[in-house]
């Protein structure tokens, strides 16, 4: 019947409205259907004598961060992310998986992956500010697979890179505010990247177009640090990671459970 008049007021306006009066929502799977490889978020913490001691992988890789320099405090309630608790690095602090180098290959499968990361630089402009992952190949970074990190401040760069001379994309992600909280996505594969601040697509290219590097990293996820190099100051709520690049309705439906879960917004 609601069909039916929809589709007579329609013909009387020019345009069948009955297809849309039915039509039901939309429903956004959560995160937890969609298969994440790695998910670290800071209220799951575990903690000794009031420091973390790992970060268990809630995805499907299994493992977890290790605290693997400096001592990192419990995770406190922070009121910029909806008083979600948050892990805050000073610059001294890093954490690195448990699990084998070789798991942290996304690009290599043809499928490319998708990151995202909740956090706030808190630097400046003469240490590492946002630091959100490293898949680095060497201390050097000579021979990088995936870079993911900004600095803070005066330097506020966000930076991919991959491949034996990895190729970065020099320039801060519009939209992106050191010292506040936000969502950050990034996607690779041989189509190119794109950035995205708060489920906004604020840059993209082809530039990585074509065969990525098929080498394994020799160090496995490190969060806090570039290995061999800067630490980060900043805070961590959460790192979500996925070993593919997702669906259009996927990105929304983790856009959508980040921003309330974290009180953000696009």
Do not use: C, K
């Amino acid at each position: 019947m609601v069909t039916q008049l929809g589709t007579q007021l329609g013909t009387y306006l020019g345009t069948d409205l009955g297809a849309f009066v039915d039509r039901p929502p939309v429903v956004l799977p959560p995160i937890s259907a969609l298969s994440a490889r790695h998910r670290y978020r800071a209220s799951q913490a575990a903690v000794s004598g009031g420091n973390v001691t790992n970060v268990p992988n809630e995805g499907a890789a299994g493992g977890q961060l290790n605290v693997s320099a400096g001592t990192l405090a419990a995770p406190v309630p922070d009121a910029r992310v909806n008083n979600q608790p948050i892990v805050r690095h000073t610059g001294t602090q890093s954490l690195t998986s448990s699990l084998a180098a070789s798991e942290f290959t996304f690009e290599h499968d043809g499928s490319g992956f998708t990151g995202y990361l909740v956090g706030a630089s808190t630097g400046n402009a003469a240490t590492s500010g946002m630091l959100a992952m490293t898949f680095a190949a060497s201390a050097s970074q000579s021979g990088a697979n995936i870079r993911i990190y900004g600095l803070s401040a005066g330097s506020t760069t966000f930076v991919i890179a991959r491949g034996a001379n990895p190729t970065a994309v020099n320039s801060a992600p519009a939209g992106y505010a050191p010292n506040t909280f936000t969502v950050l996505r990034v996607t690779l594969s041989s189509a190119g990247w794109t950035q995205a601040v708060a489920g906004v697509v604020v840059a993209q290219s082809a530039s990585f177009a074509g065969a990525l590097s098929a080498s394994a990293p020799a160090f496995p996820l490190t969060v806090g640090r570039i290995p061999g190099s800067s630490f980060l100051v900043g805070d961590l709520a959460e790192i979500l990671l996925f070993d593919r690049v997702l669906s259009a309705q996927d990105m929304a439906a983790v856009d959508a459970e980040m921003f309330a879960t974290y009180g953000l917004h696009a």
